[in-house]
């Protein structure tokens, strides 16, 4: 499914963006496909949300 996209200019330290482009090859080693930039960022951000959410799923049960 596609979303709506929104365009900004970012600047980001040299070490960041270093991440970023380790994270982009490595995903095209395994896909065999090129990234952009702006897709590796989408999906850096979606694996840090999914594993905020299995923390609190992991803390709600420890409560328990």
Known sequence: M???K???QLAFP???FDRIKEVQRQQAALSGQHMT???VVGHIVQAHQRQ???ERVTR????R
């Open 60 to 63: 709600a049960a420890l409560l």
């Open 14 to 16: 040299v070490p960041v």
């Open 52 to 54: 905020e959410c299995q």
């Open 6 to 8: 929104v365009y900004r």
């Open 37 to 39: 930039i702006a897709q």
């Open 2 to 4: 596609h979303q709506p």
